[in-house]
T-cell receptor, first 109, second 115 residues
C-alpha cells in the first residue's frame, strides 16, 4: 500500500464548476496535511495546509480532513483555466513529508 | 526578496561524471530538503537537513551526497554511482523540522539530463 494515494485523473472540469480532488494516507499517526499546485515544468507551490478535522477555506479553495477515515480532499470552486495544473497531496510522516503522485486537472473553457 | 534559488536550471551529465546542484535560501529556515521527481510520479526524498552541519538520508539516497556547512546552503552532488539520474530535482526548506513547522517551500528546480 502506498503511503499517500490520490485519485489518478486526469480530471477535466468545465469553467465555473467545482473540481474535487481526493487523497488517502496510510499512517494513522499523520498530523499535518498539505496541498500543492504544480504547473507543468514548474516547482510545487503551497495552496493549503490543514491540521484539524473539518473544513478549511481559503478563497476558492476548501480543504477537508477526516482523520478517522484517513482522507483529505481539496475542492476548487468556480474553476478557472488558470487552475489547470497537477495537484499534489502531502502528508506529514515521521516529521517528513510523503507526497502522492498528483492529480492533473484541466479546466475547459 | 526572500526565497529559494537553485542553479543551474538545466544540467547535463556525461557518463561517469559527478555533478553538483546548488540550493540557496535566504528565509532563515533551519531545515532543508532535496527531492527527485520523475514524470508522472510524486516527489521522493533524497536527503534532508534539520540544522546546519547535520543531514540524514531520505528514501532514495544511494548515488547522492550532500553537505550543510552553512545555514543558507544545501548543495546536492549526483555521483557516478547514480545510474539513472535523469529527473527534475527540487530543493525545499521549512522554518523548523517537524513540530508543526514543517511547511515546506520549494525552489524553482534543476532539470538533470544525461548525455
Amino acid at each position: 500500500q502506498k503511503e499517500v494515494e490520490q485519485n489518478s485523473g486526469p480530471l477535466s472540469v468545465p469553467e465555473g464548476a467545482i473540481a474535487s480532488l481526493n487523497c488517502t494516507y496510510s499512517d494513522r499517526g499523520s498530523q499535518s496535511f498539505f496541498w500543492y499546485r504544480q504547473y507543468s515544468g514548474k516547482s510545487p507551490e503551497l495552496i493549503m495546509s490543514i491540521y484539524s478535522n473539518g473544513d478549511k477555506e481559503d478563497g476558492r479553495f476548501t480543504a477537508q480532513l477526516n482523520k478517522a477515515s484517513q482522507y483529505v480532499s481539496l475542492l476548487i470552486r468556480d474553476s478557472q483555466p488558470s487552475d489547470s495544473a497537477t495537484y499534489l497531496c502531502a502528508v506529514n510522516r515521521y516529521y517528513k513529508l510523503s507526497f502522492g503522485a498528483g492529480t492533473t486537472v484541466t479546466v475547459r473553457a | 526578496d526572500g526565497g529559494i534559488t537553485q542553479s543551474p536550471k538545466y544540467l547535463f551529465r556525461k557518463e561517469g561524471q559527478n555533478v553538483t546542484l546548488s540550493c540557496e535560501q535566504n528565509l532563515n529556515h533551519d531545515a532543508m530538503y532535496w527531492y527527485r521527481q520523475d514524470p508522472g510520479q510524486g516527489l521522493r526524498l533524497i536527503y534532508y537537513s534539520q540544522i546546519v552541519n547535520d543531514f540524514q538520508k531520505g528514501d532514495i539516497a544511494e548515488g547522492y551526497s550532500v553537505s550543510r556547512e552553512k545555514k543558507e546552503s544545501f548543495p546536492l552532488t549526483v555521483t557516478s554511482a547514480q545510474k539513472n539520474p535523469t529527473a527534475f530535482y527540487l530543493c525545499a526548506s521549512s522554518p523548523v523540522f517537524g513540530g508543526g513547522g514543517e511547511t515546506q517551500y520549494f525552489g524553482p528546480g534543476t532539470r538533470l539530463l544525461v548525455l
